[in-house]
């Protein structure tokens, strides 16, 4: 019912989003946007949020860098139950209440 990308601030992340983007509007399914690893490159994820805006897309938000998504993994647990108090926990949580609210509108 919907499309969630997820990339990252880099050249291959750009056109990989771009060609998503195409896809969903052809397909006519809303499209959702989130930024991984959104402090490597802050004017690139500044530039995602407007393309965003200019294609009527939600901006969910961004989850910073951290090794903490390794050190979960490692753990086999999710960064919410190995982390939840972490910068990048709480970013995907406020993705997740986020998206929540954009499915069940």
């Not at 750009?14 to 397909?27: I, T």
């Not at 407007?50 to 647990?77: H, N, R, W, Y």
Request: contains cysteine; glycine residues 6%; aromatic residues 10%.
């Amino acid at each position: 019912s919907a499309v969630l990308i997820v990339t990252e601030p880099t050249v291959s992340g750009k056109h990989d989003m771009e060609r998503v983007v195409q896809l969903a509007q052809h397909f006519k399914v809303p499209a959702m946007l989130c930024v991984n690893k959104f402090d490597l490159n802050l004017d690139v994820t500044r530039d995602f949020e407007l393309f965003a805006k200019e294609k009527g897309l939600a901006f969910l938000g961004c989850v910073p860098f951290d090794p903490i998504f390794t050190e979960a993994m490692v753990q086999s647990q999710t960064v919410l139950e190995y982390g939840n108090g972490s910068k990048a926990g709480k970013a995907v949580k406020g993705i997740w209440n986020y998206l929540s609210k954009e499915l069940f509108l």
